[in-house]
């Protein structure tokens, strides 16, 4: 099972269990997750949910922004539409929530995560190869 962690302020907030199909996201009282942040469209996202196979027991999960003012962020990336993996940072309005798959621990089946050296003597970090 997967969630998105609500982080402020550098603390962890309310979690929201994705269990459902497709969780509506937005500042509406009609949807599944609702958040009270005025920079957050009544109706601004939703997370959907598809099983990989029948037999890995494991979802995947992508996220699509329902064409709201201020946009949907992943990563940092603007997005329209984008797979969630283990870890990902996920911006609305400016509540920022953690995508946490611990039943996929981590893994992204389609692509190749590359280490990339920064300009920072010693640091590095990853990212999806396309």
Known sequence: ???IVEYKDGKTGVRFSLDNGVMRIGRGV???IVI???????SHATIEKEKVSDDSGLYRYTIRDLNSTNGTHVN???IAVASLWNGDIIRLGMSFFMFMD?????QD???TTELHK???PGLYYTKKKD
Do not use: P
């Open 118 to 120: 920064s300009w920072i």
């Open 102 to 106: 611990e039943a996929a621990d981590g």
């Open 36 to 42: 009270d942040d005025e920079l957050i469209s009544k």
């Open 76 to 78: 940092d990336e603007k």
């Open 30 to 32: 009609d949807n599944d």
């Open 109 to 111: 089946f389609s692509k």
């Open 1 to 3: 099972m997967a969630d």
